[in-house]
């Protein structure tokens, strides 16, 4: 029998997988010893498993490992470090046969501390659940299209009461296809046959209708504006379907290459900002080496790097003059330290490490342009206040005696 595509993606590891995986790799190794810090015991759910290792068809040789595998290896090394107090345990999920059939035979030596389930997740959502009780939980969902994850099916994991953080990758060939089936007002074309389920899928998907909009609008229509529809639906499941649940979120763009179209969109939401860092420096180091890739062997050795150091500065010098505009516009023209903080690393995301925006801020307290409550040196406090320097008032500049408050009154 052929290999569906659901089957095939696991017999070569393209040019973009990767990216991914090394996320997971790194992501997989601090996730618990950030969260294991306050909890005992931590639970990664891998709801679209897959085979768990990409494998040579024609020599069976093993290429890479696969989500399930890289979690299940962490969660293996994690516990037996921290065990029996601590531990991490991974859930995964596969629907198709033999891809499951696959992951059970590459997640084996790692029992106990692996489960597998077969068949759609959604189906398996309230034992999940129940599983995992209060315990912090890390849901990665990975389906090769979104159709196969309705909103509704995966709200309980979402809306659950235990901390949850979120790593989705997200296709959107689906949604392109889909919303060509869709009539200029919206609608489900009744020429194509599957566009009334299709359509009604992608609602469930959506939580709504209104990445209908977004498919029929004509000012976003055709290839050349490919990637802006995409930014646009991103935006539409963050706000429709995460929600306001997380206080700390992001989604970025996967490329293959520096520049190069987007392959798909890695979406982070968690409750914390250790790990929301954490991902915002994973999509820094990909960028990296993205950039090293675009340059041949042969390139004068340091060009790289004085690009790169040269690019950091323009983004820091870009950082300081928002900041000051920005607390410009604020009452008093002040705002805590870790307010800024957020700011600037929500709009530098995935463009500078996260201790870049603290660096520019102390850069403007000492060179005057910004002031601190505490001293110069004093180590980074989110709620300390930083403000613009006071205008000089015309008394002060004239020398004018300043009358104390009580007196005057
Ligand atoms: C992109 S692959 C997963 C790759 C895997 N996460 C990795 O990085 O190694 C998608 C897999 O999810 C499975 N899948 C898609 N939707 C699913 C669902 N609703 N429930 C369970 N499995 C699903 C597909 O059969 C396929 O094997």
Known sequence: ?????????????????????????DY??????????????????DACAGAGTYTNPDTGEEIAEGSARILARHAQLYTSERGPNKTMRVICCEKNRRNYESLVQAVASFEPHVRTLH??????????????GDSPALILLDPIGVATIPADLWRPL?????KTDLLIVLHM?????????????????????????GVMTMDRVFNGRDWREIAVEPELAGEDHREERERRYMKLFFENVIGSRHRWKCYCPVRSRYGGPVKYWLLHASDDRKPYQLMNDEVVKVNEILFRREYPEGTIEGFVDAELAAQLTRAEAEMAEEVLDYLGTVPGGTLPEG??????????????KSNVPWRVIKGLCKDDRLVREKTKNAAADPHEMISLPKAPTPETTEGAKVVPIRRAA
Not at 1 to 23: C, P, S, T, V
Not at 28 to 45: F, N, Q
Not at 345 to 352: C, P
Request: charged share 25%; hydrophobic share 45%.
């Open 1 to 25: 029998m052929g290999r569906n595509r659901d089957e095939a993606q696991f017999d070569e590891y393209r040019d973009w997988q990767w990216i991914k995986h090394l996320i997971l790799t």
């Open 28 to 45: 997989a190794y601090l996730w618990p010893r950030i969260l294991g810090t306050a909890y005992g015991h931590l639970v990664a759910v």
């Open 119 to 132: 068949g759609n997740f959604a189906r398996h959502v309230p034992e999940i659940v129940e599983a995992l």
């Open 158 to 162: 979402l809306e659950r009461k235990g």
């Open 173 to 197: 060939a689906g949604v392109h296809r889909t919303g060509g089936w869709l009539t200029p007002a919206g609608v489900p074309n009744p020429r194509i046959a599957p566009a009334q389920r």
């Open 339 to 352: 307010v800024i903080e957020e700011l600037l690393l929500s709009r530098y995301f995935g463009r500078v």
